[in-house]
């Protein structure tokens, strides 16, 4: 039975959703909704994704454990990932974990042991030593790539610069958390006020912001506390065979470690253990958002293993949501860079687990609709951690007259462009992608980037200033740039100002797919727009192309073929892309390809494993299937080939064992191109 285009439409939203907020969370620092509502969120595609497994993707953020790294520092690849840990959120979870791991392990019927600590809430880093003396300290980032953050991490005292004691010769890479404790934040918070500077919303923003500042002497200044809570991987050492003895011994060697860390036994131990600390909560010195519970023997570890993206043998056990009532004095719509448009409660100030709350997010239309909730509610709220609240419901009860309902708007309330609802989907969006100025900066952006226009020299800090300084309003204007108003700016150079405007003129010549790609049309990626282009040819035949039309090029469904109409409808869009042509933007004519040439691949079949640079594994496979090819998830004796990105998989070998053909990635970027 095909899996229905609602469920479809739903998985998609809801990966968007969740790689928007591991976006906002973990590169920055500046989350939206509490941990409470990303859980629900991130169960619900777990959920879905189990249902329908053949709906399953390894861009799925359920197989990352966070978002990618920012820029701003040197990339760190972990030898060892540092994965995430899947959450329990009452007794009867903490007792199926259990039972998971006693299947797993357990050769008697003695009870399993577990170390158990509060789990901080700040930001997770790996610290590497090399004969004691530390060598680089990086953040967790997705888990694989981090950022090098070594010159600001020895600014913290907590911070062993050289261990101590007779066993710290060879290699050790230490992880834990980097946060703030209340009276660092508090005074860090006075101090912000006193210079008019930046005041911190929480200490865990304010501890991620500190250790990603550029400049270290900065980060010398912010209080900021280490605590390790687990060893990477060593060599040269005699590591204690439990997890409790390694803490102590990372204790022994100059670490700081958990004084609330304890042995506990099964999981009535666990429970007990967090009754005890989750009755302590409000007097502990520091924000803690829950308990970490790890199998404690270390073979035992090794035998539970992992799933893709955490361990089988720990778990997060979370604390549940502070709430409060307050009234709901407003909706209104904010529209994020993306054009999505998030409807967020105005509330009667009201104190939240010590902070002073005034606004929340409401998620989206459907969850309004679906929760009742009114203009002018009684309204229950829950702060989850350290994030803007939630409005978790209404106090129906309370509701004496008959309230006003949020309405969508149906304009922009930015560039009062239209907005717009696919079917299937929970999301409204603006449709002025090109002129909105909530968008306008991501969309100059990617029309530059290498994929794109590839414009050499505009990078997102000089995009950024420009568009602050309404230099720029949109793509349009990048080839209106004048010598004098780009040397004008900050850190710009004659030379690079010259340079920039030679970039600007080379990338006029283009292909239609990249112009297309360049448009930064809702879901019209790379290979979508490639096929647009070989499919009409013309730009004009793509302007005038209705749902139906559209729908006949290979991989284009209801939802793109909605966004391409949608985007060329909109008078502002199609104005600037007749004046990017204007301006000389060009491409070279398509002419009809004869059928053999249109899919000379027509008849293989080839199959996609490890990371190939460049291509994610379904824009491999897309290019593949536009030049007529199949693309097989399993290796037999009748494929084509296998194509080997890094670090491949078993398919090599079965390969191998089958006499068929591996490429690597320069010849799969021959038989695509």
């Not at 939203?13 to 509502?37: F, G, K, M």
């Not at 536009?626 to 004796?637: I, T």
Request: proline share 5%; net charge negative; charged share 25%.
């Amino acid at each position: 039975m095909p899996v229905p285009e609602s469920v479809i439409a739903e998985i998609q939203s809801l990966r968007e959703e969740i790689n928007s907020h591991n976006h906002r969370y973990h590169v920055l620092d500046d989350p939206q909704i509490t941990d409470q509502a990303y859980d629900r969120l991130y169960r619900k595609l777990q959920q879905l994704e189990q249902q329908y497994p053949e709906l399953a993707s390894e861009l799925s953020p359920t197989q990352r454990v966070g978002s990618a790294p920012a820029t701003h520092f040197e990339p760190v690849i972990h030898e060892v990932a540092m994965l995430s840990l899947e959450n329990a959120f009452d007794d009867d979870e903490m007792r199926a974990f259990e039972k998971r791991l006693i299947d797993r392990v357990a050769s008697t019927g003695a009870a399993l042991a577990f170390t158990a600590e509060p789990k901080l809430d700040g930001l997770a880093i790996s610290l590497l030593y090399e004969q004691g003396k530390l060598l680089r300290a990086a953040t967790r980032g997705d888990g694989k790539t981090g950022e090098n953050i070594t010159a600001n991490a020895k600014t913290l005292p907590s911070i062993p610069l050289q261990l101590t004691g007779e066993k710290s010769t060879g290699m050790i890479e230490v992880r834990g958390e980097v946060y703030m404790d209340h009276a660092g934040f508090n005074a860090l918070n006075d101090s912000q006020a006193k210079i008019q500077g930046k005041i911190f919303a929480n200490p865990r923003n304010a501890a991620a912001g500190s250790l990603r500042l550029l400049d270290s002497r900065i980060t010398a200044t912010r209080p900021l506390l280490f605590c390790s809570y687990a060893i990477g991987r060593a060599e040269g050492s005699d590591l204690p065979q439990g997890q409790f003895g390694r803490m102590q011994y990372l204790r022994s060697i100059g670490f700081p470690v958990s004084p609330y860390i304890e042995l506990v036994e099964g999981a009535e131990g666990c429970i007990q253990y967090y009754q005890k600390i989750l009755s302590q909560r409000d007097s502990l010195p520091f924000d803690i958002d829950g308990v970490v519970f790890k199998l404690n023997d270390i073979q035992q570890q090794q035998q539970a293993g992992f799933v893709s993206k955490a361990p089988r043998w720990a778990i997060a056990y979370k604390f549940p949501a502070e709430e409060v009532t307050t009234r709901l004095l407003d909706v209104e719509f904010q529209v994020g860079r993306t054009g999505a448009l998030t409807p967020v409660a105005r509330l009667e100030p009201v104190a939240v687990a010590g902070v002073m709350v005034s606004n929340a997010t409401l998620h989206n239309m459907d969850e309004i609709e679906r929760k009742d909730i009114r203009i002018g509610d009684l309204v229950i709220v829950r702060r989850a951690g350290d994030v803007i609240p939630e409005v978790v419901s209404p106090v129906a009860s309370e509701r004496k007259d008959e309230l006003p309902r949020p309405q969508m708007p149906d304009r922009c309330p930015v560039c009062n462009s239209d907005v717009v609802k696919n079917q299937g989907q929970a999301a409204y969006r603006c449709t002025g992608g090109l002129i909105c100025a909530a968008q306008r900066k991501e969309a100059i952006k990617h029309f530059a980037s290498r994929k794109a226009l590839d414009i050499e020299g505009l990078g997102d800090k000089l995009v950024e200033q420009m568009v602050e300084l309404e230099i720029i309003q949109s793509i349009g204007d990048l080839y209106h740039l004048e010598f004098s108003q780009l040397a004008a700016l900050d850190r710009m150079a004659e030379k690079s100002a010259h340079n920039l405007l030679d970039s600007l003129d080379a990338s006029k010549a283009t292909t239609l797919g990249k112009f297309l790609f360049a448009l930064g049309i809702r879901e019209v990626g790379e290979a979508t727009a490639e096929a647009l282009a070989n499919y009409f040819r013309h730009l004009d035949k793509i302007i005038a192309a209705d749902i139906e039309e559209l729908q006949q090029v290979e991989d284009v469904g209801p939802v793109v073929a909605a966004n391409v109409v949608q985007f060329f409808n909109q008078v502002d869009n199609l104005e600037i892309v007749r004046d990017l042509v204007k301006q000389g933007v060009h491409w070279p004519k398509i002419d009809k390809p004869r059928a053999s040439e249109s899919q000379p691949l027509l008849g293989k079949t080839y199959v996609i494993t490890g990371t190939l640079e460049g291509f994610s594994r379904e824009q491999a496979a897309a290019r593949l299937k536009l030049r007529g090819a199949k693309v097989s998830s399993s290796v037999s004796a009748r494929t084509s080939a296998v194509i080997a990105g890094e670090k491949p998989g078993s398919k090599v070998n079965k390969a191998e064992a089958l006499g068929v053909e591996v490429m690597d990635q320069a010849q799969f970027e021959i038989l695509i191109n």
